[in-house]
């Protein structure tokens, strides 16, 4: 059975989107409408559930862009785990892959991805395949960030409120950082998972023992003033050159953490 083949003996069931999905879209749709339009909640509270909502369906889309080049690699074993249904209750590792990733939202404004999806690597064979399960997923972030900074480069969202252009101008600065981040080669991160199967044994056997503290490692580093201030710097060029200016983040971060007070405040 080819590749192609497993992947059409996926059940519909299997692949049919989780109800616990569709409710976190409807969640967005619905804050970013009132955010859109200025009413049913105060700005800040709805920016917040927008810009929520938002990130933990782009980390959906990230595991579901792990999960469903596995499958046409030849794990056939993604959609029995439920993978495919965008379900984030599904995951193997929910606190590294939706809690934590929130929580370092909250605390410093930063795309910090987590791990989630168990796929069996023994199944599939070729290296380069491999390389491009644990690419699809920063390369899903890389490719929301261009969707979500369209409207500026294009000129679209000169003329829409200023609390949506802002919220939307953070959303794609998480997405930023987490394309970033994610493509690290530290063990525990899919940068690694790219370059892994490349590596010798012996070098891999080595390096995998600190597969577990790589996310918590990065997230250490950004705390130093230094490193912090050359990774954003890098990150507000990638933004900045994609239509976003570092005010419209700012902005963004502060309606976000609306309990802190409003922008400009």
Same mark, same amino acid.
């Given at each position: ?109 930063? @795309? $910090?991805? =987590?791990?989630? /999806?168990?796929?069996?690597?023994? !199944?599939? *064979?070729? +290296?380069? %395949? ?57 063990? @525990? $991160?899919? =940068?690694?998972? /790219?370059?892994?199967?490349?590596? !010798?044994? *012996?070098? +891999?056997? %080595? ?59």
């Amino acid at each position: 059975m080819t590749p192609s083949d497993s992947a059409r003996a996926i059940s519909r069931r299997d692949r049919r989107i989780s109800p616990v999905f569709l409710g976190i879209v409807a969640v967005m749709a619905v804050a970013g409408w009132a955010v859109y339009r200025d009413r049913g909640l105060p700005t800040g509270v709805g920016v917040f559930l927008f810009v929520t909502a938002a990130w933990v369906v782009s980390l959906c889309l990230h595991e579901y862009a792990h999960a469903r080049t596995a499958l046409h690699s030849g794990d056939i074993s993604i959609g029995a785990k439920g993978y495919l249904t965008l379900n984030p209750l599904k995951y193997t590792h929910a606190m590294l892959s939706i809690v934590l990733p929130l929580l370092f939202v909250i605390m410093g404004g930063i @795309g $910090l991805p =987590g791990g989630a /999806v168990f796929i069996e690597r023994q !199944r599939i *064979e070729e +290296r380069w %395949k491999h390389s491009l399960i644990s690419a699809a997923g920063p390369l899903t972030n890389a490719l929301l960030a261009v969707a979500l900074t369209a409207p500026f480069w294009l000129g679209a969202a000169d003329d829409w409120p200023l609390a949506f252009r802002c919220a939307l101008a953070f959303l794609a600065l998480l997405q930023v950082t987490a394309a970033i981040l994610n493509f690290l080669p530290v063990p @525990g $991160l899919d =940068g690694y998972g /790219v370059i892994e199967p490349w590596l !010798r044994p *012996e070098t +891999r056997a %080595k390096l995998n023992q600190y597969a577990g503290f790589g996310l918590l490692a990065v997230f250490a580093l950004l705390w130093i003033p230094e490193l912090n201030r050359v990774f954003f710097d890098a990150v507000h060029a990638v933004l900045d050159a994609l239509g976003v200016t570092e005010a419209e983040v700012q902005w963004g971060l502060d309606w976000f953490r609306f309990w802190d007070g409003q922008p400009g405040s």
